[in-house]
């Protein structure tokens, strides 16, 4: 930090460690910042459309992942730099709002940023370019309502949700597969979905994964999966119309929760105790039996001893099921989680078509299915994939996948993608530029510019001149004055998007727009970094 | 020869610093200018914010007072601007920069009389009076605004909310995050302006634009046991039961112990146990309850029993989120349920669990008591909500100033310069040394306008002298002539709606003038050696030393 000297020449000590800070200031410190968010965007950019590529990230524990999400990217990222963070902390916002398009995210902030440093460097006031950024993101945002067109769809005719979330998909590793992954996520989705409230609870699609087989294999079932076997080997491994007991108390004598002493000073009491113990475990079969139970699951664990009852009495039975499952359990076979045997009656039972024990290769690792639930308010998406890293992607493909459907039937406006509403937008922000007479004028210009690094990158990605190709779209655009032409990755012939069939949602781009100028705008604000280089 | 063997005198402890003089006072100066330098530039709309790491974690701020806080400053001097810039944000809220920026200037300007030789005390005395004739002036000049005339008293509110807005970030959607504040203060008890009662989340993601105004109390969904889900998650007209208990099959004294004898009478201490909480479950239920939030855990075993009778509940619900239900219900939080009743449950309109983002919300509206409000705000990042927070509390506070105070005055540095031109005038008539002094005071005033003309980039003297100029007509037309920020001129900010609280500007100007004051008057700092290293040493090892012989003798 700058030292001040008092009245002896000594220097000043103005704060506390004075120096262990490091402070950055004015055109300096803008220049880092923008510099930092450049070369952010710059990692992420070719991570962008179908043909975009795969990061692989290794984590401190030698951990791999490899993906190509951008919250995930930049979350495994170690990053230190405050910069940075906050970009990191925008593709979260949008991971959370709308759990997709987290990589443009971050490009549009970048680009927007790179944009600005030109501006500077004109000597335009930094707040001026963010005012006429917020200015244009309006222009844009309402431009983007304009060309956006609704779809339609029901219980039954989801087709154009299938479609949206293959847009969504495509762009991964597991694409091969998207049409039925795709669909997965949509019926998945369907299934939870309250469409008259247009309420869609995510945390009761259930997503499981286990390496082998292949991603072929990947199921939807209509129910749960548990990743558990019966507590006894012998015990039967199918179960049709199961009543299921769902306990949440252990197969055991119950322990009060005060301090307790039993004392026991003769042989009579010892009998008297063991005996008791017997009973408790003949009550509790014989409450689960009584309640016309046929397969009990239980929160906690129980001995041998209780493992063998259960076995003896045909009633085939789950230990250490996790509270999660519980409660998705009870939602999807309606039944009650029960806390102690005495209250169990045939009420509380849950109700399941069929339930089994599934062997997966030859691991020796099984996982029990529970289909055919009586009530429909959970399900469960089973992920197989080649090894951990391919289904750790299918996860996250399939979350993307299931939060566009989500937002979809949220709000049933979509953008056609492939780059066409950037460039659409791109198109009416530079015109509407030229009619303002401020300094605004040029940071809306470049606004327009900023916006089309996301077709230049798609197209960049897909091995395509980007220059040419957006120049050619945008000249297109405006001579047949069609909005949908976007860049075509797949070389499938149309650059029209709408005959391709690629689509995002309305809600996502808005967002995607919003967060990145609020983000530039936050960035551009900055013209002091004071830093501590303390302990860390 | 004596000289030789005087001894030294040792007035103070080995290690201490002692500075003294004329030329310490200009050092401490010195050291305020730092500080200033710091926040200068955050000053007015064009004002740009700091990030500042400390460590972990890291700001993004516009506050004066947030920033100064941040910095850790330790010298004393420049320690007396950061605590008015404090005292300021605890009394008014908001212009915590203008007053330490005033407060420099003022010191500044009393830099070279105090090199010429003027005494400290003369220039004190002279800026006191200088800051009671602001005072005055303030008093002469504040516009009062009609507060029977509802809509007008509304509009005069969202102005002064917006102003304080017009620095900050979210400066773009001052209109509708000023409508908000508004809403809030409005909504509350209008004597007792509890501004606990507004209560602030942060979501992340979505836009500025998405954040909500809550007429009512929300909450995020709280940790949840097994069997929550089954329960129904909207009510209409619920009775509310505020509990601050425990509801959990617990022992019910730590450190108790049963000692049974018989072991057939061990199921009878099991079913007590059961007993004592079905019990308390089964009084909620009757007593009509359909909402039960608790400030303690609520276990796996109510919140099943809970769901088995279509009752919602929420365990470790928030305190102050629970103390705001409790007043806009008008029930007292219950510490016990065994004598729980149907009078003692709240009521509300509606309850409902709703998606914000990644979280769920548990959204209660619609109070007999209107005096509670929540503002959901949603943003990108956590530093940018908690600057958002920030802003809107620096906005609320002006407006319950607002609320008890309803004379305002132009911004943009209109009332500076009036007051400059004031005091200016005031001086002529005056005779001796004072004058000189009150006309540096006026001088000090410059400051607001300048610098609010030098961040937004313009020819900060150009304006100066613009605002001089206009202000010297004698037309009172002329008396709210300000910066424009918007076209690189002057113009009258009090038709632009750059409205402030009188009370502020008196608050920064008595605080300034305070502040300059107290550091005129040092002459002599007395350091001591630092302390909290060494002696904490020192009493450490004494405290062990004595600690066995306490214990020796039993």
């Known amino acids: 930090m700058n030292i001040a000297f008092d009245e002896y020449g000594r220097p000043f000590i103005i704060m506390r460690e004075q120096d262990m800070k490091e402070r950055l200031t004015g055109p300096e410190a803008r220049k880092a910042n923008i510099l930092i968010a450049v070369s952010l965007m710059n990692i992420l950019k070719t991570s962008l459309g179908p043909k975009g590529m795969d990061k692989i990230l290794v984590s401190p524990d030698g951990e791999i992942t490899v993906t190509n999400d951008g919250a995930t990217i930049l979350d495994n990222m170690d990053i230190t730099n405050e910069i940075e963070k906050l970009l990191v902390e925008l593709s979260k916002g949008q991971d959370d709002e709308i759990g997709d398009g987290t990589t443009s995210v971050v490009v549009f902030a970048g680009a927007l940023l790179e944009q600005a440093q030109k501006l500077l460097d004109k000597g335009i006031h930094p707040i001026r370019i963010a005012d006429g950024y917020e200015h244009a993101c309006k222009i844009a945002v309402e431009h983007l309502k304009k060309i956006s067109s609704e779809i339609t769809f029901d219980r039954e005719n989801y087709e154009t949700l299938i479609?949206?979330?293959?847009?969504?998909?495509?762009?991964?590793?597991?694409?091969?597969?998207?049409?039925?992954?795709?669909?997965?996520?949509?019926?998945?989705?369907?299934?939870?979905?309250?469409?008259?409230?247009?309420?869609?609870?995510?945390?009761?699609?259930?997503?499981?994964?286990?390496?082998?087989?292949?991603?072929?294999?990947?199921?939807?079932?209509?129910?749960?999966?548990?990743?558990?076997?019966?507590?006894?080997?012998?015990?039967?491994?199918?179960?049709?119309?199961?009543?299921?007991?769902?306990?949440?108390?252990?197969?055991?004598?119950?322990?009060?929760?005060?301090?307790?002493?039993?004392?026991?000073?003769?042989?009579?009491?010892?009998?008297?105790?063991?005996?008791?113990?017997?009973?408790?475990?003949?009550?509790?079969?014989?409450?689960?039996?009584?309640?016309?139970?046929?397969?009990?699951?239980?929160?906690?664990?129980?001995?041998?001893?209780?493992?063998?009852?259960?076995?003896?009495?045909?009633?085939?039975?789950?230990?250490?099921?996790?509270?999660?499952?519980?409660?998705?359990?009870?939602?999807?076979?309606?039944?009650?989680?029960?806390?102690?045997?005495?209250?169990?009656?045939?009420?509380?039972?849950?109700?399941?078509?069929?339930?089994?024990?599934?062997?997966?290769?030859?691991?020796?690792?099984?996982?029990?299915?529970?289909?055919?639930?009586?009530?429909?308010?959970?399900?469960?998406?089973?992920?197989?994939?080649?090894?951990?890293?391919?289904?750790?992607?299918?996860?996250?493909?399939?979350?993307?996948?299931?939060?566009?459907?989500?937002?979809?039937?949220?709000?049933?406006?979509?953008?056609?993608?492939?780059?066409?509403?950037?460039?659409?937008?791109?198109?009416?922000?530079?015109?509407?530029?030229?009619?303002?007479?401020?300094?605004?004028?040029?940071?809306?210009?470049?606004?327009?510019?900023?916006?089309?690094?996301?077709p230049i990158s798609l197209a960049e990605n897909s091995g395509l001149d980007p220059i040419e190709t957006i120049s050619n779209l945008k000249a297109n655009q405006i001579k047949t004055n069609n909005p949908f032409l976007g860049v075509d990755c797949l070389g499938k012939g149309t650059e029209n998007m709408k005959e391709q069939n690629v689509f995002d949602t309305l809600a996502g781009k808005i967002q995607q727009l919003l967060l990145a100028t609020q983000m530039a705008k936050m960035i551009l604000k900055i013209d002091d970094v004071i830093l501590h280089h303390g302990q860390n | 020869m004596s000289n030789f063997l005087q001894p030294t005198i040792l007035l103070l402890k080995d290690g201490t610093d002692t500075a003294q003089g004329k030329q310490h006072l200009i050092g401490n100066i010195n050291a305020c200018s730092f500080v200033v330098d710091t926040i200068r530039t955050t000053l007015g709309p064009r004002g740009m914010d700091k990030l500042i790491n400390t460590g972990r974690y890291s700001t993004v701020s516009n506050d004066g007072a947030t920033i100064l806080d941040l910095l850790d400053i330790v010298h004393p001097a420049a320690r007396t601007l950061v605590d008015i810039a404090k005292s300021q944000d605890a009394e008014v809220g908001d212009g915590t920069t203008t007053v330490v920026i005033l407060a420099y200037e003022l010191l500044k300007q009393a830099k070279k009389y105090i090199e010429d030789d003027v005494h400290p005390k003369i220039i004190i005395k002279s800026y006191r009076q200088a800051a009671q004739l602001c005072l005055k002036r303030i008093d002469e000049i504040a516009v009062k605004i009609d507060t029977t005339?509802?809509?007008?008293?509304?509009?005069?509110?969202?102005?002064?909310?917006?102003?304080?807005?017009?620095?900050?970030?979210?400066?773009?959607?001052?209109?509708?995050?000023?409508?908000?504040?508004?809403?809030?203060?409005?909504?509350?008890?209008?004597?007792?302006?509890?501004?606990?009662?507004?209560?602030?989340?942060?979501?992340?993601?979505?836009?500025?634009?998405?954040?909500?105004?809550?007429?009512?109390?929300?909450?995020?969904?709280?940790?949840?046991?097994?069997?929550?889900?089954?329960?129904?998650?909207?009510?209409?007209?619920?009775?509310?039961?505020?509990?601050?208990?425990?509801?959990?099959?617990?022992?019910?004294?730590?450190?108790?112990?049963?000692?049974?004898?018989?072991?057939?009478?061990?199921?009878?201490?099991?079913?007590?146990?059961?007993?004592?909480?079905?019990?308390?479950?089964?009084?909620?239920?009757?007593a009509g309850a359909n909402v039960v939030l608790s400030r303690l855990a609520i276990g796996d075993l109510a919140t099943q029993y809970f769901a088995d009778r279509d009752v919602f509940c929420a365990g470790r619900v928030p305190e102050e989120d629970l103390n705001r239900l409790s007043k806009a219900t008008g029930k007292q939080i219950q510490s016990t349920v065994s004598k729980l009743t149907h009078e003692m449950l709240g009521e509300c309109d509606l309850m409902e669990e709703k998606q914000m983002g990644k979280e769920r919300y548990n959204i209660l509206s619609g109070f007999p008591h209107k005096s509670t409000s929540t503002i959901i705000l949603r943003g990108g990042a956590e530093q940018f909500l908690n600057e958002m927070e920030r802003s809107l509390h620096d906005s609320i506070m002006i407006v319950k100033r607002a609320i008890k105070n309803n004379t305002i005055v132009a911004g943009g540095g209109a009332i500076e310069m009036e007051l400059s031109r004031y005091l200016i005038e005031h001086a002529k008539k005056i005779f001796g040394k004072e004058q000189i002094l009150i006309e540096a005071f006026a001088k000090a005033l410059e400051i607001t306008p300048k610098q609010l003309a030098e961040n937004a980039g313009f020819d900060a003297m150009a304006i100066l002298n613009k605002l001089r100029k206009e202000h010297a007509d004698p037309n009172p037309d002329k008396m709210w002539i300000g910066v424009d920020i918007d076209n690189e001129d002057v113009c009258d900010t009090f038709k632009t709606f750059v409205w402030e609280p009188s009370l502020i500007k008196r608050n920064a100007i008595n605080a300034a003038t305070e502040a300059a004051c107290l550091i005129l008057s040092v002459d002599q700092t007395v350091k001591n050696p630092n302390s909290s290293e060494e002696q904490n040493k020192q009493i450490q090892q004494q405290k062990q030393m004595l600690r066995p012989t306490r214990g020796a003798r039993f």
């Open chain 1, 163 to 454: 479609t949206a979330a293959m847009t969504s998909v495509s762009s991964k590793v597991v694409n091969e597969f998207q049409r039925q992954l795709s669909e997965i996520a949509v019926k998945a989705v369907l299934t939870v979905a309250d469409l008259e409230r247009k309420d869609v609870r995510i945390d009761l699609i259930q997503v499981q994964g286990k390496t082998g087989g292949s991603l072929k294999d990947t199921q939807l079932i209509d129910g749960i999966v548990i990743d558990k076997e019966m507590s006894h080997p012998q015990m039967q491994k199918e179960v049709s119309d199961a009543k299921i007991a769902i306990l949440s108390c252990p197969f055991e004598p119950p322990k009060p929760k005060t301090g307790y002493k039993l004392n026991i000073d003769s042989v009579e009491k010892y009998k008297k105790l063991q005996e008791l113990e017997q009973k408790y475990f003949h009550d509790m079969v014989k409450l689960v039996k009584d309640s016309g139970a046929n397969l009990v699951l239980c929160q906690w664990g129980f001995d041998d001893e209780a493992n063998h009852l259960l076995y003896q009495n045909e009633l085939p039975s789950v230990r250490w099921v996790g509270g999660v499952e519980m409660e998705l359990i009870a939602l999807a076979t309606g039944g009650r989680i029960v806390p102690r045997f005495s209250e169990l009656n045939e009420k509380k039972l849950g109700l399941a078509g069929h339930v089994k024990e599934i062997p997966l290769g030859t691991t020796n690792d099984n996982i029990i299915v529970l289909e055919k639930c009586s009530q429909k308010k959970a399900v469960c998406i089973f992920v197989r994939g080649g090894n951990k890293m391919v289904v750790d992607e299918a996860k996250r493909s399939l979350h993307d996948a299931i939060c566009v459907t989500r937002n979809l039937i949220r709000d049933n406006k979509i953008v056609y993608g492939g780059g066409a509403p950037e460039i659409s937008c791109s198109l009416a922000v530079s015109k509407a530029a030229d009619e303002i007479s401020t300094l605004e004028q040029y940071a809306i210009r470049s606004f327009a510019d900023a916006l089309d690094q996301i």
């Open chain 2, 149 to 286: 005339d509802k809509d007008k008293s509304l509009e005069m509110l969202e102005k002064c909310a917006g102003t304080a807005l017009n620095s900050k970030l979210i400066a773009s959607y001052k209109e509708f995050f000023s409508k908000i504040v508004v809403k809030a203060v409005t909504n509350l008890d209008q004597e007792l302006l509890d501004l606990d009662l507004i209560g602030i989340k942060k979501v992340s993601g979505g836009a500025m634009q998405d954040s909500l105004f809550i007429d009512g109390v929300a909450f995020k969904k709280t940790f949840s046991y097994a069997g929550f889900e089954q329960q129904p998650k909207k009510f209409i007209k619920p009775k509310i039961a505020l509990l601050n208990v425990e509801l959990e099959l617990k022992s019910e004294k730590t450190g108790a112990e049963v000692r049974i004898e018989d072991p057939q009478e061990y199921q009878s201490i099991i079913d007590a146990e059961w007993d004592i909480i079905y019990k308390k479950l089964d009084t909620i239920v009757k």
